[in-house]
């Protein structure tokens, strides 16, 4: 099997990872509402995705 010649450093090592960085999700404003919701996701205040109904939210008092 292969193996390395030499340790990779600590630091060598983080260089290389300096690139894997967790983005923050694109957000986008609701069509009916206008709050801001997940790209291609159901909007969580009135449940409406493109237009359209898409499930049945209740108030709650």
Not at 24 to 41: Q, T
Request: glycine share 6%; hydrophobic share 25%; proline share 7%.
């Amino acid at each position: 099997m292969a193996h390395p010649k030499s340790k990779i450093s600590k630091t060598r090592r983080d260089k290389r990872r300096t690139h894997y960085k967790a983005k923050e999700p694109p957000l986008g404003a609701c069509l009916n509402c206008g709050a801001s919701k997940l790209m291609h996701r159901v909007c969580p205040e009135c449940g409406y995705y493109r237009g359209k109904a898409a499930i049945e939210k209740t108030e709650v008092s």
